[in-house]
């Protein structure tokens, strides 16, 4: 008897738990960041900093690990993501630098779908696809091999170049 009610309850919690549909913050707007330096963390007690319009090259893919904003605490600026400009239409060179959240993805899955579309770029989501975005597969083993402290320190726990991301305009058909 006791073996039936506990199957119904486990039967009960999938079911349940089956039915919700889990939520996701890809495509959400998010800064990129890196680490403090020593002295910036001894002045602000923040293990990360913005990273501002002008250090972020102009038509580039970037990618930042640490964004607070983000469940994976992956932000991602690609090539066609809009730089911050002020009112002249200039960029404003000392704005902190945007992108979206985005997350690890295995290539040809359809992991990176935009559910939520509240606050996301609105050519965001037709974009989005997995895609290499750091080196490719050899190059982060062959880093990793060689420096495997240096390889931590720049790519974190990250093992893969695939992530959730926009792709060019041009290759989206747009």
Excluded at 6 to 33: D, N, P, Y
Excluded at 71 to 96: H, M
Aim: glycine share 6%.
């Amino acid at each position: 008897m006791k073996m039936s009610v506990r199957t119904a309850l486990l039967m009960s919690a999938a079911l349940f738990l089956g039915g919700c549909e889990v939520s996701s913050q890809i495509g959400k707007e998010c800064t990129l960041v890196r680490k403090a330096t020593p002295e910036e963390k001894a002045q602000t007690d923040h293990d990360t900093m913005p990273i501002l319009e002008k250090e972020v090259a102009p038509r580039q893919d970037f990618i930042s690990f640490g964004a607070v904003e983000c469940e994976d605490l992956i932000c991602v600026r690609d090539k066609d993501f809009p730089r911050a400009t002020n009112e002249d239409g200039t960029i404003n060179q000392n704005a902190p630098a945007l992108g979206y959240c985005s997350k690890e993805c295995v290539e040809g899955s359809k992991a990176c779908e935009v559910k939520d579309t509240s606050g996301v770029q609105a050519d965001l989501p037709a974009r989005m696809s997995c895609r290499a975005l750091l080196l490719d597969q050899d190059t982060l083993d062959a880093l990793r091999s060689a420096d495997e402290a240096f390889y931590r320190r720049t790519f974190g726990e990250n093992n893969s170049p695939f992530f959730c991301a926009g792709a060019p305009v041009s290759a989206a058909g747009n």
